[in-house]
């Protein structure tokens, strides 16, 4: 059974950093490419960071240059590190594999990031 587990979030001031991890398990990890995704109440799911197996990133103009995505294929477990936090970024954030969004499965709870002062 694939189960993807997030944390690592929490409430920073604004300027602070966090690091979030997704713990994956079910599946051959390494072969799959990974995306860090984050939501707000009223609005769609959106992508922040991603990272291809071979390690390729890309990310959302709102945050390039301040996080970073990576993972760890020996820990089935992939990274995201969020350093100058804004109040937009306040949301939930969840993990998820290409594969996975494309069939909208295997979703986890997410972990809640909160930017306030």
């Known amino acids: 059974q694939v189960q993807l587990v997030e944390s690592g979030g929490g409430l920073v001031q604004p300027g602070g950093s966090l690091r979030l991890s997704c713990a994956v398990s079910?599946?051959?990890?390494?072969?799959?490419?990974m995306g860090w995704y984050r939501q707000v109440p009223g609005k769609q799911r959106e992508l922040v960071a991603h990272?291809?197996?071979?390690?390729?990133?890309n990310y959302a103009g709102s945050v390039k240059g301040r996080f970073a995505i990576s993972r760890d294929n020996a820990k089935n477990t992939v990274y995201l590190q969020m350093n100058s936090l804004k109040p937009e970024d306040t949301a939930v954030y969840y993990c998820n594999s290409d594969a996975g969004v494309a069939m909208n499965a295997f979703w986890g709870h997410g972990t809640q990031v909160t930017v306030s002062s």
């Open positions: 990272i291809t197996s071979g390690g390729s990133t």
């Open positions: 079910g599946w051959i990890f390494s072969i799959h490419a």
